[in-house]
């Protein structure tokens, strides 16, 4: 794993930041507090990269986070499956990724209210995005929740195929969920701390 050190969607605000700091330090002198902000801002924006992953099968952590729950869900275009639900917060590294080479298959937005993630209603109120996906032959969908810390939805453009590790998009806070095939077989368990390419499971190929 290889550090990028700052994602793409935080180069332009750390470019003003600098800009407007280096005027005011030219101007009034040397400020710590100024260092500090500036500092801190680089912390939300750090970013991670995966070089290399062995097993195609491998699922790996989308975003790096604490695993709310592992449940079994049904839905339309997927039938039973099986949810793991990563929350981030604004300490988390915030760049999310593909778990698995995914081709997409539709992109699904849903706009609503940026909302905390642990409110009981974020999945229907909150602004989310939807991936239906296949890999492997196997039906899936990633699932972005973005938390009340955003002001936007930062995704990239990344075309139909995603590579496994490649990255999708940024958030200061929010939720990531994996509505996997019911046969996968999971390596985390709920309360979970996880961080960006950490196993989650495998999946089940067909022959």
């Known amino acids: 794993m290889k550090t990028n050190f700052i994602a793409k969607t935080g180069w332009s605000l750390l470019i003003v930041l600098a800009i407007v700091f280096a005027i ?13 902000i500036f500092i801190f801002f680089i912390y939300l924006f ?31 275009e997927l039938g039973e499956c099986i949810e793991v639900q990563i929350i981030n917060n604004i ?10 080479d995914m081709n997409i298959e ?13 409110i009981k209603n974020t999945n ?13 032959s196997k039906q899936w969908a990633l699932r972005v929740i973005f938390g009340a810390l955003n002001r936007k939805a930062h995704i990239d453009d ?21 509505l996997l095939p019911k046969d996968t077989r999971i390596c985390v368990n709920e309360n979970d701390k996880v961080r960006i390419g950490t196993l989650i499971g495998y999946l089940n190929h067909e022959f």
């Open 91 to 100: 300490f988390s590294q915030g760049n999310i990724i593909a778990p698995l």
């Open 24 to 36: 005011f330090q030219f101007i009034w002198g040397f400020s710590w507090l100024l260092w500090c």
């Open 158 to 178: 990344f075309g139909h195929h995603l590579s496994h590790g490649q990255n999708i998009g940024f958030m200061f806070d929010g939720s990531v969920s994996l």
């Open 106 to 118: 539709e992109t699904r937005i849903r706009h609503g209210l940026f909302l905390c993630p642990f």
């Open 46 to 76: 750090r970013t991670k990269k995966i070089d290399y992953i062995a097993d195609p099968n491998t699922i790996i952590a989308p975003i790096e986070g604490k695993i709310k729950c592992i449940k079994t869900s049904s839905y339309k």
């Open 124 to 136: 229907l109120m909150g602004e989310r995005m939807l991936f239906l996906a296949n890999s492997k």
